[in-house]
Every structure is written in structure tokens, then in C-alpha cells.
């Protein structure tokens, strides 16, 4: 029995894919590339495979994880290109490998927001908002997993952040809190809807650069 870890693109028309619907997608490529994934046990067996941080629907991203369990021995090598053969558009494995690393120890993402404004980018817009996000409270509105609002401070949630203003849009490098608690990078549009509503984009697309531990590495 093998613990693998893929490291997958998510993006284009497959960003609209849901979680579980994206479970099912891959979990379908596996006996192409020969594998036989492991069940648990019990009176209903269920594959032995997650999706480390699932990403919102409407959301692309570089550096997607997922992790799942083989009935074989292997290390991974070879089987990103055999799951490549046959996945949808916008679905791309870059790599599978052994998964040694606990989830725990993934600290950060790091995301690009591109927000877009149909009648060009307020003047002084990306001066203003790097003076909001270096606030030291942010509060906004925030489902929680029972489904209610609650008021949440995001600013403590912000590791880094910064504004690159182009023809009709604004650029935001981000990274943020992963876990406990972590931070939805699409927030910070709400932040700047409630303090800088002047600001405030027509849309927001969101990508995901790359997952850091706690040093700023990449994890993996």
C-alpha cells in the first residue's frame, strides 16, 4: 500500500467544477494509469482519496494537492502523465509523487486577484487600498460552517500583500493564512466593498500561486 500526493492545475472551464464533482473526475482517470485506489473499511467502504484545501468554485489555481491511497507499491513515478491522458480541459497533473509530508504543516497560500473595472481604474485607487489592507483591523462578514455571519478580522489573516495598478485592472500578489483559521483570498473583496466602496472592482478573478509551510517554502 502506497500514501501518493498529486500536485494538479485547476483552471479555464474546470475552475467551475465542484469539489465533489472534482473527486469523481479523477477518481475515474485512476484505473487508466493502472492504479487501484485503497477503500476504507467497514459496511460502507469509501476510496481513500481528499482534496488537501478544496478550492472554491470560480477559483483557478497552479498548485492544487490531493492525496489518496494505493492498494500497490509506488512512488508515483510515471503517473501523472498516464492520468493526463483523458482529462478534461483546464485539468492538468504536474506531478505524483509520495506523500510524506503531514497537512499540518501546509502555513500559507499564496494567490494573484485580478480586479477588473468596467470604467478603468479609480484614480489613486491602488495608493488607497494598500493603505487599507495595512490597517491593523479589517472586519467583515463571514459565513461560518453552520451557515450563520459572524463578524471576522481578517487583517491578522494577511502575511503579505501588495498592489500593481495595469490598463483597467489592479493586480494583488496575497498571501494568507491556510488553516486554523485560514483566509479565502476572494474576502478581500468584501474589505474593500465595506471601507473603500469607491474602489470597489465589477470582478474579481482569483488564481492560486503556490501552497508555503511556515518557513515560505513550497509545500509538497
Do not use: W
Amino acid at each position: 500500500m502506497s500514501k501518493l500526493r498529486l500536485l494538479f492545475v485547476k483552471e479555464a472551464q474546470a475552475s467551475y467544477i465542484s469539489h465533489l464533482d472534482l473527486l469523481r473526475t479523477i477518481q475515474r482517470a485512476f484505473p487508466r494509469a493502472g492504479l487501484n485506489i485503497s477503500h476504507s473499511q467497514g459496511y460502507h467502504p469509501h476510496p481513500i482519496i481528499s482534496i488537501v484545501l478544496p478550492l472554491p468554485v470560480g477559483q483557478s489555481s497552479d498548485c492544487e494537492l490531493l492525496d489518496f491511497e494505493v492498494t500497490q507499491e509506488t512512488d508515483g513515478r510515471g503517473i501523472a502523465d498516464k492520468l493526463n491522458v483523458g482529462m478534461p480541459c483546464g485539468l492538468r497533473v504536474l506531478d505524483c509523487y509520495e506523500a510524506k509530508r503531514p497537512v499540518k504543516e501546509l502555513a500559507f497560500l499564496q494567490a494573484e486577484l485580478e480586479m477588473e473595472y468596467d470604467s478603468g481604474v479609480p484614480e489613486g485607487a491602488a495608493e488607497k487600498l494598500r493603505e487599507l489592507f495595512a490597517r491593523d483591523a479589517l472586519i467583515i462578514q463571514k459565513r461560518t460552517k453552520r451557515k450563520e455571519l459572524a463578524d471576522v478580522d481578517i487583517a491578522p489573516m494577511i502575511k503579505e500583500i501588495s498592489f500593481t495598478e495595469k490598463e483597467g485592472v489592479i493586480c494583488a500578489d496575497v498571501t494568507v493564512q491556510a488553516q486554523n483559521p485560514g483566509l479565502n483570498p476572494a474576502l478581500l473583496e468584501k474589505a474593500i466593498i465595506k471601507y473603500l466602496p469607491e474602489c470597489a472592482p465589477n470582478f474579481v478573478r482569483v488564481r492560486r500561486k503556490r501552497m508555503l509551510d511556515a518557513n515560505g517554502e513550497d509545500f509538497r
